[in-house]
């Protein structure tokens, strides 16, 4: 009779999956926890009626976009776009920064060090 084999993961690569995976949730939940401070921070500086939009504007408010969401979520009315863009440039700025942020924060949840060969 033939007998089963059994094949296990040795405990130290699974220890070590988990702890990447705790790593990379908890380097999230802090990420966000930033970007959602710097918005408290920005939104009312960057919002207000007088300012004159432009591409660098335009880059501010769509990196503060995606972090609106939970705001969004919660029940909050808060802007993600300015009432009064000033054309093109303001849209190039915020399409950009849509991407700077979507860079930064998924550019981490990606993120893998380079491991050392001993």
């Not at 908890?26 to 710097?38: A, E, P, R, T, Y």
């Not at 303001?90 to 979507?102: D, E, F, P, V």
């Not at 949840?109 to 060969?117: G, I, V, Y």
Request: aromatic share 12%; with cysteine.
């Amino acid at each position: 009779m033939a007998s089963a084999v059994t094949i296990q993961t040795p405990p130290g690569r699974r220890a070590s999956w988990v702890k990447r995976l705790v790593v990379k949730v908890v380097s999230l939940v802090i990420l966000g926890l930033v970007f959602g401070l710097g918005y408290d921070w920005a939104a009312p500086r960057l919002y207000g009626p007088e300012r004159v939009t432009g591409f660098p504007l335009g880059v501010a408010h769509g990196a503060l976009m995606p972090v609106a969401l939970p705001t969004l979520l919660m029940g909050n009315d808060v802007p993600i776009y300015t009432s009064s863009p000033a054309g093109r440039p303001y849209k190039l700025g915020y399409i950009a920064g849509i991407n700077l942020c979507g860079l930064l924060f998924f550019g981490v949840a990606f993120w893998q060090p380079k491991r050392r060969e001993n």
